[in-house]
Nanobody, 114 residues
Framework: QVQLVESGGGLVQPGGSLRLSCAAP????????MDWYRQAPGNKRELVAS???????TYADSVKGRFTISKDNAKNTVYLQMNSLQPEDTALYLC????????WGQGTQVTVSS
């Protein structure tokens, strides 16, 4: 069983920034790709960003240039730095990985509103 715990969400004004964190077991961070997804009410779950065990990153076109995914193996944590946030970024953000099975965190809510 792999436990993923997200934190860092909240309410922010348009143009603001937030940093999300996902705590994960060290063995997972060192060997598996870690993903950040988001899901807004009525929308399909969207893959936002991924980071491989080697640190290679990929992004959805909608967040490229604004979001940065990173990880700190010493702290067993994956981060999602989100800048220039817009109302359309409002969603539940979830951390996920495939490590001998698919695992998801409980999510952290991000609301962008003035």
């Amino acid at each position: 069983q792999v436990q993923l715990v997200e934190s860092g969400g909240g309410l922010v004004q348009p143009g603001g920034s937030l940093r999300l964190s996902c705590a994960a077991p060290g063995s997972v961070l060192r060997t598996a790709t870690m993903d950040w997804y988001r899901q807004a009410p009525g929308n399909k779950r969207e893959l936002v960003a991924s980071i491989t065990r080697a640190g290679i990153t990929t992004y959805a076109d909608s967040v490229k240039g604004r979001f940065t995914i990173s990880k700190d193996n010493a702290k067993n944590t994956v981060y999602l730095q989100m800048n220039s946030l817009q109302p359309e970024d409002t969603a539940l953000y979830l951390c996920s990985t495939y490590y001998y099975g698919s695992y998801w965190g409980q999510g952290t809510q991000v609301t962008v509103s003035s």
